[in-house]
């Protein structure tokens, strides 16, 4: 039987690439229909569309400026202007956590009603959105920037950005507290400048760029460390000749900014940094050396997106290279194999359907077998390997989970629990909005207010009560069933034979742990905080930091630096949610035809009924 499985599938690979059919299954260019200028990996550029514009551009939880370019595929001017807008897009990730670049098609048929709304008659234009806060103001602020302003100059579009940045400062009180402070500082003598920071928090670094006729420079400067922000204070200021005498000695050439730090006895040390130290006086060897000389230690991991490349290779090593581990699978395996094929067929965010398809039938077919018959991994491979294993796409290499299978398989998990809330309480989320008002910095505390709030916010929305019976309990599971998928899945499968038993322990109560709409979301990412912790505990050297980080998330720490909850909710809804994710590759050849689903179709039937 293994062996006529073997050969059916091996005729199956050779025949593969041929693949005479895969014109009936032409990849669609774009999530939609028509193709798109910009690559939709691009990491710096966001593919909007009429699936996901509105969850960014009126998303009230969005706190960076959005800048979208409505395009026609098809017109010459559109197409002029990629280049400009991929170098611009590139020029400025480093702003990434106050502007953001997308672009939409306005030649693709479902995306009219949005260009109707929010775009203009003749393309491309472009135009800068607000914060999510100022948006939902009278006078949200919306700039328009028109083609022939920019043409095909990117620091044309650069200096409209900068000069947006500073009108929204200057006119609104309320743009986000995560943003720079963009104003000069005035100080006149060194007095002035202690007396300006004497609050200062002990051991801090304070960096003051110089503005002369070079407010333009200083101002990226500001923009490109925003990503540091949290342990570098940077600020410009107008040098004044008596600063300047009580400072030059020791210093020579153009001063471009000030050195301050103020040490753990709360002295203070001053120094000059002029342009002969640096190495000139642009903008590239000026955050180059910020990076170098301050900021290395300090260096958080900027936040980088989910790559769906990263979900599908940690997939499809899950499946062939873990699963498939045991020779045979027992009774409690193959519940634990089904148990998670359901919920990737259910809640992962796939953006192919070829990949969909497959997990559908895989899924069909652990239901229909015989519950009670041992499930040979050969069988299991020889199913799957229909079609030479083209049902999920092959990748390469990790793009961000540089340390591999681990971090994928978490990403995994986070993606599904993120994917099964929205699901289940889309309705809410629309009506209601995501709750940012309170601050709550600890479970047990979360879990008091959760008792005792008549809130109708999300986050403290229960469904059912503390005391609740055991069919209750078992309801609950039944509509949230990832993570007890992921304990089983870990437990009986993960070849790290320690983590296994560690996560198994962890994992013990989710049963009274796993009870509110939110517990999955919340769960998952406490228990990976608390494997991480324990993991740098062991291996100083190898310190792993709380996420999310300060940088990637002001908002979800309170001054005193413990965690508000509510906020690290809502990023992790934003950063695990499918919308946000950086599609894959247009590269990837045809995945699924004819006749490799008419033999996956027979194949079901024969292991089905011996
Ligand atoms: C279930 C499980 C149990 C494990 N147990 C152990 C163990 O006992 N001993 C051991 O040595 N290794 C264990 N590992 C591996 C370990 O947790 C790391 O995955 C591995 O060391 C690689 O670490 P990393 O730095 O790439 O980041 P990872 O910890 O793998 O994180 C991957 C990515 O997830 C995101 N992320 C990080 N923290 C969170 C969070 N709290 N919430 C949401 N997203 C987050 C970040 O983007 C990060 O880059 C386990 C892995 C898994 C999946």
Request: aromatic share 12%; hydrophobic share 35%.
């Amino acid at each position: 039987m293994n062996g006529f499985l073997l050969f059916l599938a091996t005729i199956i690979g050779i025949l593969y690439p041929v693949d005479l059919t895969s014109k009936w299954y032409p990849r669609p260019p774009s999530r939609q229909g028509r193709p798109v200028l910009y690559k939709l990996d691009d990491p710096n550029i966001i593919n909007l569309d009429s699936e996901n514009f509105e969850t960014f551009v009126t998303n009230p939880n969005r706190d960076y400026i959005l800048l979208v370019q409505f395009y026609i595929d098809w017109s010459e001017g559109s197409r002029s202007v990629v280049q400009a807008y991929s170098d611009l897009a590139r020029n400025i990730s480093t702003w990434e956590n106050i502007v953001r670049v997308g672009a939409i098609n306005c030649a693709e048929e479902n995306n009219i009603d949005v260009c109707r709304e929010y775009g203009w008659v003749a393309y491309p234009v472009f135009k800068l959105f607000p914060p999510g806060n100022i948006m939902a103001t009278p006078e949200p602020s919306i700039k328009l920037i028109e083609y022939n302003t920019v043409g095909k100059k990117m620091y044309k579009f650069r200096n409209v950005i900068l000069e947006y940045i500073d009108q929204l400062i200057t006119n609104h009180t309320n743009y986000p507290t995560s943003w720079p402070v963009f104003d000069s500082l005035q100080v006149d003598s060194l007095k002035d400048l202690e007396t300006h920071f004497q609050n200062q928090t002990k051991d801090s670094t304070i960096l003051l760029l110089i503005d002369r006729d070079n407010r333009d420079l200083n101002r990226m400067v500001l923009l490109d460390m925003s990503v540091y922000q949290a342990n570098l204070i940077i600020r410009r200021t107008q040098l004044s000749q008596q600063l300047y005498e009580q400072l030059k000695k020791n210093s020579s050439g153009e001063p471009i900014f000030l050195f301050m730090s103020i040490g753990k006895h709360g002295k203070s040390f001053l120094k000059l940094i002029s342009s002969d130290e640096i190495g000139g006086n642009n903008r590239e060897s000026i955050t180059k050396y910020i990076e170098t000389h301050f900021a290395t230690n300090i260096r958080n991991k900027r936040m980088d997106p989910i790559y769906m490349s990263d979900l599908y290779k940690g997939l499809r090593h899950s499946l062939y290279n873990e699963v498939t581990l045991h020779k045979k699978l027992n009774g409690s395996q193959i519940a634990a194999l089904a148990a998670y094929i359901s919920v990737i067929y259910r809640y992962f965010p796939f953006d192919n359907e070829n990949p969909r398809r497959f997990f559908k039938r895989m899924d069909q077919w652990m239901r229909i077998r015989k519950p009670d018959k041992i499930l040979d991994s050969i069988d299991l491979l020889a199913i799957m390997r229909v079609g030479s294993e083209g049902f999920i796409p092959q990748t390469d290499h990790y793009h961000h989970c540089k340390s591999g299978y681990p971090c994928s398989l978490w990403l995994i998990f986070h993606a599904l629990t993120v994917s099964e809330y929205i699901k289940n309480n889309r309705y809410k989320m629309e009506t209601i909005g995501l709750d940012k008002s309170n601050s709550i910095n600890s479970f047990k505390s979360k879990a008091q207010a959760i008792e005792t709030s008549s809130s109708s916010s999300v986050l403290l929305e229960t469904t059912i009560s503390l005391d609740q019976d055991e069919k209750e309990r078992l309801a609950h599971r039944k509509k949230y069933p990832v993570l007890f998928a992921m304990r089983d899945y870990v437990r009986h499968f993960y070849s790290c034979a320690e983590c296994s038993s560690h996560f198994t322990t962890l994992s013990n109560d989710f049963e009274q742990r796993l009870i509110y709409p939110n517990s999955s979301v919340l769960t998952l990412w406490e228990v990976h905080n608390n494997i991480s912790q324990r993991l740098s505990r062991e291996n100083p050297d190898h310190p792993r930091s709380l996420w999310p980080s300060r940088n990637t998330c002001p908002r979800c720490f309170t001054p005193a630096d413990n965690w508000v909850v509510p906020e690290v909710f809502n990023f992790l809804l934003f950063h695990y949610s499918k919308d946000h994710m950086v599609a894959l590759r247009n590269s990837v050849p045809p995945l699924c035809s004819i006749p490799s689903s008419v033999f996956l179709f027979i194949l079901i039937m024969i292991i089905s009924i011996y």
